[in-house]
């Protein structure tokens, strides 16, 4: 029996209009340099992705197109939608049974739209999803005004497995949180189960994407001559307390604050030192300092670690 495959895209936040700009101006050498800097891991695929493989084993197959890491290449193609195009092909080999779209900004909405309209002309039998914190935001505008089949609002990880099982099993879409467009005329409040225990989670699968690029990237470590040791980002908790006005992250979880434990922060950077020999790591929570004592600790480990060098910024 085929395996089912799902084809995961990782959008750039650079807006479809300036890289075209850039493309079509005389001095195209200006991005090359510009694009190496502040990559960063996309850490909600990646989570993903782990969920997933940790439930199919071998009955699911997982690729990416990951156009944030190849942005360094654009200046090879005559316009954006060539860039699109040749990335995808390059991607996979054979049709996707699922193409999963990550949406975190607003200003990736144009490649968004026109990268949509070109994989529905090379798989018009896919299915295509998206998610992230701008699907979340708009999903009615989503549904109505593009080819979409289905937006997930929220953490995703359980109603994508439920998605893919259903799929699978050939039964109907009926998950919390995933909307189509017979749901165009009813809210579209409700968003996606979220883990409670962030334990239980796999770590992300750097196994789907080209780590070496990503720690690489300076990031926010920018004032180091020295990065031969890399620089990886970190999870440490989800959701934040808070509902300020010019954030919208507390659209995906509800104000609903979950925190690994220092202990299974600490398990997954002794992994990563021994497998890539990280000792800089950038925490991307929504607030890392939610819980002060939770903070401190997190401070004490490392510390108090046993691996050489070992520092952290958020």
């Keep these: 029996m085929k395996a089912t495959s799902i084809l995961f895209v990782n959008l750039p936040g650079t807006p479809y209009t300036e890289l075209a700009n850039l493309l079509s101006a005389d001095n195209k050498g200006s991005y090359r340099n510009y694009s190496i800097t502040g990559k960063s891991l996309p850490l909600g695929i990646l989570y993903l992705s782990s969920y997933i493989k940790v439930k199919f084993q071998t009955s699911l197959e997982q690729y990416i197109a990951d156009y944030f890491e190849k942005l360094e290449t654009i200046e090879d193609y005559d316009s954006v939608d060539d860039f699109i195009r040749d990335i995808a092909m390059k991607s996979i080999s054979t049709p996707p049974d699922i193409v999963a779209i990550s949406i975190m900004f607003a200003t990736s909405y144009k490649f968004f739209?026109?990268?949509?309209?070109?994989?529905?002309?090379?798989?018009?039998?896919?299915?295509?999803?998206?998610?992230?914190?701008?699907?979340?935001?708009?999903?009615d505008h989503i549904l109505q005004t593009t080819d979409i089949d289905y937006v997930f609002r929220g953490e995703s990880e359980i109603a994508l497995y439920k998605f893919i099982k259903n799929y699978i099993e050939k039964k109907k879409q009926n998950i919390p949180g995933v909307y189509s467009k017979s749901d165009i005329s009813q809210d579209m409040n409700q968003i996606c189960e979220l883990v409670t225990n962030l334990d239980e989670l796999p770590y992300p699968n750097l196994e789907l994407v080209n780590v070496s690029s990503y720690l690489n990237a300076t990031k926010i470590f920018r004032d180091y001559q020295n990065l031969d040791k890399?620089?990886?980002?970190?999870?440490?908790?989800?959701?934040?307390?808070?509902?300020?006005?010019?954030?919208?992250?507390?659209?995906?979880?509800?104000?609903?604050?979950?925190?690994?434990?220092?202990?299974?922060?600490?398990?997954?950077?002794?992994?990563?030192?021994?497998?890539?020999?990280?000792?800089?790591?950038?925490?991307?929570?929504?607030?890392?300092?939610?819980?002060?004592?939770?903070?401190?600790?997190?401070t004490n480990a490392f510390r108090d670690s046993s691996i050489p060098g070992l520092e952290f910024q958020s």
């Design 230 to 298: 890399g620089v990886i980002e970190l999870l440490g908790s989800r959701g934040c307390p808070f509902k300020c006005t010019f954030c919208s992250g507390h659209s995906s979880n509800n104000r609903n604050v979950r925190f690994r434990t220092v202990e299974n922060i600490m398990a997954e950077i002794k992994e990563l030192y021994k497998r890539y020999g990280v000792v800089r790591f950038v925490f991307n929570d929504d607030l890392v300092v939610a819980n002060e004592t939770r903070f401190f600790k997190i």
């Design 113 to 139: 739209k026109n990268l949509l309209s070109i994989y529905k002309s090379l798989w018009p039998n896919t299915i295509f999803v998206v998610g992230g914190i701008h699907a979340t935001n708009t999903a």
